[in-house]
């Protein structure tokens, strides 16, 4: 497809399990970021990822969230040992870089830690 | 404080109303403004970007106050289909550093 994709769209999981979200961004975005959405909140930036660039990893909330990009497309945002204040969807986003704010949203990852 | 704060509603009005909503943003370092739509249990999507003459997209007009670090977005003619959750976002020159604010409900009544 033409716009962002992510997987899974839907994931339970228990308390202390990892888990792994996929975002595949639009083709041609150099520019990646990743969100999280509370029920009824804002949007809480996690990571980005411009080209070859050393990401900004400075809203990650802890050592136990992670994200990598191969070959400077798909992304993978990895929450390990999960807790219960991690459920959230999880957004992705990717824009032209350069244009910044004109972000590109996937439909989200819904996480729910048991 | 947040960096960029929106009065969280829910704005109630009726079908043909005009409904104006307002965001701050703390950081006078912000050079690019947008406003994106956000419905329920959706992805954000841009709606427009906000320039700093102010402008015009059919029924919706955009505005910046630099000096008073606000920005705002007025809807004419309200229709049912504009109830959503309006979100202000704020960028610098640093592209990652992309904030969202927390968003307004708008809800359109018949």
């Known amino acids: 497809g033409a716009g962002v994709s992510q997987s899974p769209s839907n994931k339970v999981t228990e308390k202390g399990k990892d888990v792994e979200l996929r975002c595949d961004p639009i083709s041609g975005h150099t520019a990646l970021y990743w969100y999280r959405q509370s029920l009824g909140q804002g949007l809480e930036f996690l990571i980005y990822f411009q080209g070859n660039s050393a990401p900004d990893k400075s809203g990650l909330p802890s050592d136990r969230f992670s994200a990598e990009r191969t070959g400077g497309s798909v992304s993978t945002l990895t929450i390990q040992r999960t807790q219960q204040e991690d459920s959230a969807v999880y957004l992705c986003?990717?824009?032209?870089?350069?244009?910044?704010?004109?972000?590109?949203f996937g439909e989200g990852s819904r996480l729910t830690v048991l | 404080r947040k960096e960029v704060e929106q009065d969280p509603g829910p704005f109630n009005v009726p079908e043909g109303a005009t409904v104006a909503f307002n965001c701050t943003y703390s950081?006078?370092?912000?050079?690019?403004f947008f406003w994106y739509r956000q419905d329920c249990r959706k992805e954000p999507k841009l709606l427009m970007s906000?320039?700093?003459s102010g402008n015009e997209d059919g029924r919706f007009t955009a505005q910046l106050n630099r000096a008073s670090q606000y920005i705002s977005l007025l809807i004419r003619d309200s229709k049912l289909s504009d109830s959503a959750t309006y979100l202000c976002v704020v960028s610098y020159s640093s592209a990652s550093k992309i904030i969202f604010g927390s968003g307004t409900r708008l809800s359109i009544r018949p």
């Open positions: 986003a990717s824009s032209f870089g350069g244009r910044t704010g004109e972000l590109f």
């Open positions: 906000v320039y700093s």
């Open positions: 950081n006078s370092a912000s050079q690019s």
